[in-house]
């Protein structure tokens, strides 16, 4: 195979076709193949022909606009896994509202900056590589112990070692951004199995919670490092960005046969979902949050609290005990499932005894 068929190839989607030119240059210039259309449907018939490894579209194309595109690219199962980013020259947050609500994954304002073109596309290639790594190696597990192993094994709730360490792996390479790289994603998983005891949970549940947890900020990795970094507050649109991690993590996650990685998906993409219905990427309220991601929410709080940020100092057992119990401000009991909230807070000697067993691990 030559140089030129092992380049990453990006489709690009405008009928402007000065922007379609200039995408098209500075995407050759950083050495991607491209794959040029006109309009939304032309877009999602050579993503079906080519499977590129990017997709980007503008909102407002003929025939078919950026919105219906994105949303069949991403309901068919060809198509479901290619990250798409919109191009859009309103940057209102309706349009990224609904742009999101379609499934888009990042979005370019116009005029196209090449730097932040630049940021972008590797971000979104890297939540490719990261998916396709994923799929790749649960297919190389099928193929070495058979499809009799490989459903035992899901009856069973069991899984490598091997596996669970590419699991952690990837996890950790998330955290590489925060000060406490490792430590963080090894404790979560620790406190979620706590808390999933004293919620009565079956030990499959237990288990499946204590790898599946570490994966709940995976997303990360297609954060910019100067805003996972900033010191202080985020902007508005720098929390947008934030949030996305969200919605990464579980697209990076997404499409496996392991229930490990499928329940990783789902906390992946609603462990900042609040019971009051006021968190994130999807609004949900109450039990229509997953349980798991419920667990990992109060969990991943408090550590978040324990640890010192770029924005914040430590706090000690006390201090973040007694946010998260009783409140202050801006996190609030109502935040949480009661049961889950009543657990956490009956028992502060576990979670303290996690965070001091493991704080260096």
């Not at 069949?72 to 609904?98: C, F, H, N, Y």
């Not at 490598?160 to 994603?185: C, M, N, P, Q, W």
């Not at 919605?247 to 609603?270: C, F, T």
């Not at 005894?353 to 704080?359: D, I, L, Q, S, Y």
């Amino acid at each position: 195979m030559s140089d030129r068929e092992q380049r990453e190839t990006i489709l690009l989607a405008d009928d402007d076709e000065s922007v379609l030119l200039l995408l098209k240059t500075l995407c050759e210039d950083l050495g991607y193949r491209i794959i040029e259309a006109v309009n939304g449907l032309d877009a999602l018939e050579k993503a079906v022909l080519h499977t590129p490894d990017l997709v980007i579209l503008d909102c407002t194309m003929p025939v078919k606009n950026g919105f219906d595109a994105t949303r069949e690219l991403k309901a068919d199962p060809r198509t479901s896994q290619i990250p798409v980013i919109m191009l859009t020259g309103l940057g209102t947050r309706k349009d990224r509202l609904a742009g999101i609500s379609a499934g888009a994954n990042d979005f370019l304002t116009k005029p196209i900056d090449s730097e932040d073109l630049l940021l972008r596309v590797k971000n979104n290639l890297k939540i490719k590589e990261f998916h396709d790594f994923l799929k790749h190696h649960n297919e190389i597990l099928e193929t070495e112990v058979g499809e009799r192993t490989v459903e035992l094994r899901k009856a069973l709730g069991l899984v490598k070692s091997g596996y669970i360490d590419t699991i952690f792996r990837l996890a950790v390479v998330s955290e590489y951004k925060d000060e406490d790289t490792g430590s963080h994603i090894k404790r979560i998983s620790w406190y979620a199995r706590e808390l999933a005891v004293l919620l009565g949970m079956d030990v499959d549940f237990q288990e499946a919670i204590f790898h599946a947890s570490m994966m709940h900020d995976i997303g990360k990795v297609g954060i910019p490092d100067d805003i996972i970094r900033k010191p202080g507050s985020l902007g508005r649109e720098e929390w947008e960005t934030m949030k996305s991690h969200a919605v990464k993590g579980a697209a990076i996650l997404s499409g496996s046969g392991s229930p490990y990685l499928a329940m990783a998906e789902r906390i992946a993409r609603s462990h900042h979902e609040r019971w009051d219905g006021s968190g994130y990427p999807d609004g949900l309220r109450g039990e229509a949050i997953p349980l798991e991601a419920r667990i990992t929410n109060i969990v991943d709080q408090y550590d978040a609290l324990r640890i010192r940020r770029s924005y914040k100092p430590a706090f000690s057992h006390e201090q973040a005990f007694g946010i998260i119990a009783h409140g202050d401000g801006r996190t609030m009991p109502a935040h949480f499932d009661p049961r889950i909230h009543e657990a956490f807070s009956g028992n502060p000697g576990i979670f303290e005894a996690v965070f001091e067993e493991r704080k260096d691990a």
